[in-house]
């Protein structure tokens, strides 16, 4: 690491990803044209050996483990982790992902003229197979967008000013892990901060390998949805009515792939287990699924 005070802060949220995490700490000592920075990784409790895991990498890395351990939650991790940060410049990975050897440079030159950024993410690296079952792009090229175009980075490839962090008031604590990106972009938005696409900063997003892990985060990204439609209720969004929705229901389980290969049997469960997260939370709301 450089001498000289830090310039930015990496904040890593992070839960029981010791056997992970040096795989991107790794990413990170080896930075390419990289100004000095400090690396927070905020512990949610973990259980197994992860402050012996990471502090194996502190002579290579200006790297602090803090307690983020308050409540579960990874919006409670960035927001620790955030308040520790000794800079006002922030860029958050997950610990689970490995950053490209320029993502510290192309996200902090981003923030010379922009305060909140994000990059692409690519999932065949890390994912193999379970690339294939996910929603996400295996190489997505620009900023993801919801409801009304809005734009969002993604939670574990996203840059910004504390200014935004502070207007904003921090991730919502709230959400199930699932959506909680979106709602901040949201009302980052709303206070007069957009994101800004930077395409070298690229991440390897990691999909859960297994097919049951694959299935539980699209199951909390329907949750998250819900969520953030009984938070906001954009709208541009017309909830279906009951039979609108048995309608919609009912297409997507005859859209079964009997004659489909391994994967797009697979890929059709993902998209069940959304539907499901996406309803159970609703009515646990009280509110219309979107």
Not at 123 to 137: E, H, K, M, Q, V
Not at 194 to 222: C, E, K, M
């Amino acid at each position: 690491m450089p001498p000289g005070d830090v310039v930015c802060s990496v904040v890593i949220p992070t839960y029981n990803a010791a056997h992970l995490i040096g795989q991107q700490l790794e990413a990170l000592a080896t930075q390419v044209d990289a100004p000095p920075f400090e690396v927070v990784v905020a512990d949610n409790n973990s259980t197994d050996d992860l402050a012996a895991a990471a502090g194996a990498w502190a002579d290579r890395l200006d790297l602090r483990v803090v307690d983020a351990s308050r409540a579960q939650g990874v919006s409670v991790a960035r927001n620790v982790g955030i308040e520790h940060a000794r800079t006002d410049r922030i860029l958050i990975c997950d610990a689970d992902d490995v950053v490209c050897p320029g993502w510290v440079a192309a996200l902090v030159k981003a923030l010379d003229t922009h305060t909140m950024a994000g990059g692409p993410v690519e999932t065949a690296r890390l994912s193999g197979a379970s690339a294939n079952w996910s929603p996400i792009d295996t190489q997505t090229t620009h900023l993801l967008t919801t409801w009304g175009n809005r734009p969002y980075t993604f939670g574990g490839n996203t840059a910004l000013r504390r200014e935004v962090f502070d207007a904003v008031g921090g991730y919502d604590e709230n959400y199930p892990a699932g959506a909680e990106e979106i709602d901040f972009a949201w009302r980052a938005i709303d206070h007069g901060y957009t994101p800004v696409y930077v395409p070298d900063a690229l991440v390897h997003y990691r999909i859960r390998t297994d097919l049951r892990g694959v299935l539980r985060q699209q199951y909390d990204s329907g949750r998250g949805t819900a969520t953030l439609y009984a938070k906001f209720r954009p709208a541009e969004v017309v909830p279906k009515s009951v039979p609108r929705r048995l309608h919609h229901e009912l297409l997507l389980l005859k859209g079964f792939p009997w004659r489909g290969t391994g994967d797009q049997r697979r890929s059709w469960l993902t998209v069940m287990a959304f539907e499901a997260g996406k309803l159970v939370e609703a009515r646990r709301l009280g509110s219309p699924a979107p």
